[in-house]
């Protein structure tokens, strides 16, 4: 069974780090791309990274330039969002998205609370 799992979010304080994983079972996403997307409250559903293939070239949101960092362990079949210097607008449902055998998998997401 195919399946992405996400886990690390939590409630943070402004200026802090989380790091968010999205693991993969049921294929091996080494070479696929992967997306980290982000859903806020009342608001629409926005890509924040994407990383392509085996190569780990990535691409970032430019409200997220600078302060995140997408990244994959191969030999965990994980894919990761380095977050620092989180911001209050960075509260969010946070999912990863990968294709695979020609459809588009979610995972089922993690909440990020940034809050003083």
């Known amino acids: 069974q195919v399946?992405?799992?996400e886990s690390g979010g939590g409630s943070v304080q402004p200026g802090e780090s989380l790091r968010l994983s999205c693991a993969a079972s049921g294929f091996t996403f080494s070479d696929n791309v992967v997306k980290w997307y982000r859903q806020?409250?009342?608001k629409e559903r926005e890509l924040?990274?994407?990383i392509f293939g085996a190569a780990g070239s990535a691409d970032y949101a430019d409200s997220v330039k600078g302060r995140f960092t997408?990244?994959?362990d191969n030999a965990k079949n994980t894919v990761y969002l380095q977050m620092s210097s989180l911001k209050s607008e960075d509260t969010a449902v946070y999912y990863c998205n990968a294709?695979?055998?020609g459809r588009t998998y979610w995972g089922q997401g993690t909440q990020v609370t940034v809050s003083s």
Request: aromatic share 14%; proline share 0%; glycine share 14%.
């Open 40 to 42: 806020a409250l009342g």
């Open 3 to 5: 399946q992405l799992v």
């Open 48 to 50: 924040v990274a994407v």
């Open 99 to 101: 294709w695979y055998g």
């Open 70 to 72: 997408i990244s994959r």
